[in-house]
């Protein structure tokens, strides 16, 4: 009994001690959360060849480490894949059903910054096209038509992470993404449907890359765990992206 009663005692302590009493005798929290993530990343940056940093930042600002969040645009998951985009690599990479488990809409978000990065051939023109969508990116390069002033934020919050040193390229092919497998045609002859991520209100600011937040894995979760300084949380807020069109 008296065992007993000093596992109990010790088991009450660790519970209730503050986190830096306990640290040495178990997990952190956040380090159970970010575990199962974590694999993940690693699984999709060997994958599609991309590095690990960027998907932790790219999940970071798109839902804050929140795998169950949806944006008023239908956004999903950890990474806010659209549903069309999740369709898609669900069907080229045997994914599940579910577009919120974790493991599965990281790989599909990862495949599609790598289509992104493959197409535009620069880093911060692979966060505006996943941003706001190849479509509306090339629309920006080719006519200069204005992006979403979101993406604009997007691409710089996140610049220094990935390297990259403005959202500027040539102007792509116009039918270059009817070639591309991520997206579903919908006919013998007609053009496929890309995810569109943004509506027609745009920002006028310059694009450039500030300088962004400290993008190691252990911080991902910083925010909901109150050891960081609170992020704006963009699926609390009006989304500037639009449904995707069939």
Known sequence: MRRLAC???AAAFAITSPPGMAAAQEVPPARTAVAPVASSIVEAA???GLPEAWIWAVIRVESRGNAAAVSPAGAMGLMQVM???WAAMRTRYGLGADPFDAHDNIVAGAAFLRLMLDRYGN???MLAAYNAGPGRYDDWVARR????????????QLGDV???SGVAGAAPDPLAWTHAPLFIRVGADGPAAAPARADDTSGTLPLRIAAAEDARPDTLFAVRFGVASPQPDRTRTPD???????
């Open 162 to 164: 990935t390297g990259g």
């Open 145 to 156: 038509r204005p992006l979403p002033a979101e993406t604009v934020a997007y691409v710089a």
């Open 46 to 48: 060997r994958r599609f």
């Open 123 to 125: 880093p911060a023109a």
């Open 7 to 9: 596992h109990l005692t």
């Open 240 to 246: 500037r992206r639009e449904a995707d069109t069939p």
């Open 83 to 85: 549903p069309a985009t």
